[in-house]
């Protein structure tokens, strides 16, 4: 029987652990030194926090043909993994930011977990953002996941547990890594960076420490600034909704998220508290933006983002354009 697999695609993350998360590390290298590790680890972290670089360490491990806490890197199972080419290694993610995997390839991982390994040892199935995983799909892989062959193993990769269904969850083995603080991770950014970062980059991304990276190498910080300049200046003269709607559309949805903070920002400055304020370093655009607005258009404006966002981001085939405008449209 010949299978199709959708949403299967090659691994480009280099296996790595980071300092936030050595001690769930340690953790792991424990159970597999006492040949304990579940055969379905569930690891919660946020996007941009490496979590695909542990998850790759692991199955790298697993995978690894001398059976140690570490990958030996040398074997020619380990070399393989760093070519992409390991035949007993599977990527599992949704075909598209925010899409749910699709059951096709859910059946395709039944398929995988059943075949014998290619080298002989054993197989690993990486599940990346499994908490996109609908009923249908999760409900094709429970039984695999609850009784695999012996060899396999499943990684489950998910940004929260709480969206997830509580049989697969409960089927796994759970490990959520501790956060760094966040003057750690400015600390860890700025020493890879060699420059100043300010903490609003740290609160803008969530304080995930490769996202805060990311977010300072792309140019995102003048992308930022720009943006929320324009809609500030919107908000005061009504004029260049078209051009704000383009400039937010370029941003592939990082500008309707960095608004929702800003607006998030405005309302607790409203409520006269400045306490946790994304925008720590941009004061005086959200004074200025809680001066144009009422305390009431922004509750209902972050309401309409935040829904507006989550339809985007699921619904691919929507009008950017007319969404976007239409919500601007809504603070004249
Ligand atoms: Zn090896």
Redesign the pocket.
């Known amino acids: 029987m010949t299978f199709k697999l959708p949403c299967i695609s090659g691994w480009k993350m280099q296996a790595n652990v980071f300092p936030w998360h050595a001690e769930t590390w340690q953790h792991w290298k424990t159970l597999l030194g006492q040949k304990s590790l579940h055969h379905a680890v569930l690891l919660a972290s946020p996007k941009g926090s490496g979590r695909l670089a542990l998850a790759a360490m692991l199955a790298k491990t697993i995978l690894?043909?001398?059976g140690s806490q570490e990958?030996?890197?040398?074997?020619h199972?380990?070399e393989l993994f760093v070519a992409d080419t390991h035949p007993d290694f599977h990527l599992v993610k949704p075909e598209a930011e925010g899409k749910q995997i699709c059951v096709d390839a859910l059946r395709a991982v039944n398929h995988y977990a059943w075949k014998t390994s290619q080298l002989g040892g054993r197989r690993v199935i990486l599940i990346q953002d499994a908490d996109h995983l609908g009923e249908a799909a999760a409900n094709t892989i429970l039984k695999t996941l609850e009784e695999p062959p012996s060899s396999c193993y499943f990684i489950l990769v998910v940004a929260s547990m709480n969206t997830m269904l509580p049989t697969v969850v409960s089927r796994c083995n759970k490990s959520r890594p501790k956060q760094p603080k966040e003057d750690f991770v400015k600390r860890w950014v700025e020493s890879e960076l060699f420059q100043s970062v300010p903490i609003q980059v740290i609160r803008i991304n969530r304080g995930a420490p490769l996202a805060a990276k990311a977010f300072i190498e792309n140019g995102n910080v003048t992308i930022h600034e720009a943006l929320m300049d324009a809609f500030a200046g919107y908000l005061e003269n009504k004029q260049g909704m078209f051009i704000l709607t383009e400039k937010l559309i370029k941003t592939s949805g990082n500008g309707l998220q960095w608004l929702s903070f800003l607006l998030l920002d405005v309302m607790k400055l409203q409520q006269a508290t400045n306490e946790g304020l994304v925008h720590c370093e941009s004061l005086s655009l959200v004074e200025k933006v809680s001066y144009t607005i009422s305390s009431s258009l922004v509750i209902r404006q972050l309401m309409a983002l935040n829904k507006m966002k989550a339809h985007l981001t699921r619904n691919l085939g929507l009008n950017n354009e007319l969404m976007i405008s239409n919500w601007l449209s809504d603070f004249q």
């Open positions: 690894c043909k001398n990958p030996c890197g040398v074997c199972s380990c």
